[in-house]
């Protein structure tokens, strides 16, 4: 078993509804609270599992806002587990799931420099390293419903934009995925072979706007020449 992701890049909004509940329920999950600096002062900021980075590509009219979640790949070759000088970090056999064991954890940083992804954060209060668990706890608890048995983040998104399943299952709904829709890898030249996968935004006819303002406008602009004249 492969336990991961797969995050459609072409419906995305960037709402961080996905980074928002997965701070609240990890927050009492394996690695204990996730630390707020300062949240009520000038500058606060936090420990996330999960951010979302926003690019603008292409040129006006062509160009296009990607909205980008990042966290943890859980990769099959993971250079934070290679690194760790305590064996914190560590890939769980029966799933691929990468974690950290908070107790071996001292907080040397050295996961952290290796991860290209930038996916994991040093708690300023425990002093320990932190990254997402796929929900860990939540996706095996035989206390929820089948259909609850997953991240918090795939539950939360509005737009349908995460999976959540089995690479190794070829009949998965992640591996249907990648397989019809050209699922990638992020840097996959580094050789880490990230499970996660990102569906590719699709090409789409641009909306002619101005056309359609212009348009628009000359109807208005008949309308009332039609409702003077009368």
């Keep these: 078993m492969k336990l991961g992701l797969v995050i459609d890049l072409d419906v995305c909004v960037g709402c961080h509804a996905c980074a928002v509940a997965c701070k609240q329920w990890n927050t009492s999950g394996t690695t204990g609270a ?30 296009k806002t990607i909205n980008f979640p990042m966290s943890c790949m859980h990769c099959e070759d993971a250079a934070c587990v290679t690194v760790c000088p305590t064996g914190a970090s560590y890939k769980r056999e029966e799933d691929g799931v990468v974690l950290v064991d908070q107790d071996k954890c001292m907080g040397c940083n050295y996961c952290s420099w290796a991860c290209p ?10 002093g320990t390293m932190k990254k997402c668990t796929l929900c860990i706890d939540r996706i095996y608890d035989q206390e929820l419903a089948p259909e609850d048995r997953q991240p918090s983040c795939v539950i939360t998104c509005p737009a349908h934009a995460r999976h959540f399943g089995d690479f190794e299952d070829p009949n998965s709904n992640v591996s249907t995925l990648v397989r019809e829709r050209g699922g990638r890898a992020l840097m996959p030249e580094l050789g880490y072979n990230p499970t996660n996968k990102y569906l590719p935004p699709r090409v789409a006819r641009p909306v002619p706007t101005d056309d359609v303002k212009m348009d628009l406008v000359s109807k208005v602009k008949n309308w009332v020449n039609k409702a003077i004249s009368k």
Aim: proline share 8%; no cysteine.
């Design 117 to 126: 992804y930038g996916a994991r954060e040093l708690d300023k209060v425990s």
């Design 34 to 63: 996730l630390s707020d600096y300062e949240p009520y002062g000038k500058q606060p900021s936090g420990v996330w599992f999960n951010r979302v980075r926003n690019f603008e590509v292409g040129d006006y009219p062509n160009n």
